[in-house]
């Protein structure tokens, strides 16, 4: 089968991804500077090459030799904090090292499967409809939202311009083995950290603001088949269930008083996706239960603390 190329395949996402593309007898060459990702995540099967995206001539030297099929690109600066604090850098990863992906799978031809962002791009306003469906208006809050909507932008004009074949998922809230429990973002894995050390989660606002978490195993799956699926389309990924931040530590067995403080300016209160289109297009809907998935988080973070110079394992080595 041919070769396809995961930018940011040593993170959380493209890990798993990797995974499953290598499990399906794929191909694959991992794009990542390590900013975040790790390279112990990177199965052996693949081929890891020390690249950071906003290099757009080393980029399209690299597509060029080793000629893809498909790009999936997940590489991407998703810190709204700090997109926050320094725009520009937000701007140069998010957009600037999209454009460069797309100039490099025109060159040879590749489909690009895009991750974009469902409710940072819907944001939150008056007559949103919730679930939200890919037709909605999107309002971003953040710097993150706004860049990743101008990176889908742009992925559809190559389509328009050049013909070049684009596939844009704007995914929920993923969690799963791999996430990081130190970083900003990834509650579950946040929550899981602090209970295995003991220490009350923290929870902003009344913990009743709600979003759409969707397990990475069916996050990977998803991509496959946009893979597979029609070229051009934009297409909500998630499990389409709003689920608390309360909810979520009973799901975890947490039987505590979690730490409350503020709520953070500008988070949303409600955000859930529409995902009837993936079970049209792709016939594809998320499979892992929230309390499976839930679990499935916790062993893997209990066994990266037990195990930290082993591969940690993934969605597939826990199903």
């Given at each position: ?48 090459h020390l690249l950071d995206i906003r290099a757009g001539a080393e980029l399209a030297d ?258």
């Open positions: 089968m041919s070769s396809v190329l995961i930018t940011g395949g040593a993170g959380f996402i493209g890990s798993n991804l990797t995974d499953a593309l290598v499990a399906d007898g794929r191909a694959c060459h991992v794009v990542d500077d390590l900013s975040n990702g790790k390279a112990i995540r990177v199965p052996d099967e693949a081929e890891l690299l597509v060029a030799r080793v000629r893809p099929s498909t790009i999936f690109h997940l590489a991407a600066q998703a810190d709204v904090r700090r997109a926050i604090e320094d725009p520009r850098y937000d701007a140069e990863v998010n957009i600037v090292g999209t454009i460069n992906v797309l100039e490099a799978a025109r060159a040879v031809g590749a489909k690009v499967v895009f991750t974009s962002t469902g409710g940072a791009g819907y944001g939150e306003y008056e007559g949103l409809q919730v679930p939200t469906p890919e037709t909605a208006e999107t309002r971003p809050l953040s710097h993150y939202g706004m860049s990743k909507m101008a990176g889908e932008g742009y992925c559809h004009l190559y389509g328009r311009l050049y013909g070049t074949e684009v596939a844009v998922l704007r995914l929920g809230n993923v969690y799963g083995p791999r996430q990081d429990p130190h970083g900003e973002a990834g509650v579950v894995a946040i929550f899981c950290g602090r209970m295995i050390d003991g220490i009350a989660p923290r929870v902003y606002g009344d913990g009743m603001q709600t979003r759409d978490y969707v397990y990475v195993g069916d996050v990977a799956s998803a991509f496959m088949a946009a893979e597979a699926g029609p070229a051009g389309e934009t297409v909500n990924i998630g499990a389409g269930v709003e689920v608390t931040v309360l909810d979520l530590l009973d799901g975890l067995g947490y039987e505590g008083e979690p730490e409350f403080a503020p709520a953070r300016e500008g988070e949303l209160q409600r955000s859930v996706l529409d995902v009837s289109k993936a079970e049209r297009l792709y016939d594809w809907t998320a499979r892992t239960p929230l309390h499976e998935g839930l679990g499935q988080t916790m062993a893997s973070v209990i066994a990266a603390r037990q195990a930290p110079d082993v591969r940690p394992p993934g969605a597939f080595a826990l199903t």
